[in-house]
């Protein structure tokens, strides 16, 4: 199997679950809101078995545009990192 489409990943959920696609698919948008209203709130989520989404302060910091070699600042900024579960990378690898 080759890369899956967000079509054939819902479709699969609902043949191994034995649920509509819809209801999957409900269910999926229901766990991604709360996760993103998680972290926005609270700074992370863990989702078991898959990750956590951590938000994390990135300072600001010189940096060089390649095209130019002159520096740059960079501003500060919120980013979003997810680290995966140590059970998924051993599931996968």
Do not use: C, W
């Not at 967000?6 to 509509?20: C, D, M, N, P, R």
């Not at 926005?40 to 078995?49: F, N, R, W, Y």
């Not at 990135?58 to 060089?64: K, L």
């Not at 501003?75 to 059970?87: L, N």
């Amino acid at each position: 199997m080759g890369k899956m489409t967000k079509s054939q990943f819902f479709a699969e959920l609902a043949e191994k679950t034995g649920h509509s696609k819809k209801d999957v698919m409900a269910f999926y948008d229901a766990v991604v809101q709360l996760a993103y209203t998680t972290v926005k709130q609270a700074g992370e989520v863990t989702l078991p078995d898959l990750g956590k989404l951590v938000k994390k302060h990135r300072d600001a910091r010189m940096g060089r545009n390649p095209a130019t070699g002159a520096e740059i600042k960079i501003p500060a900024k919120i980013v979003i990192k997810f680290r995966v579960a140590k059970a998924a990378k051993d599931a996968i690898l």
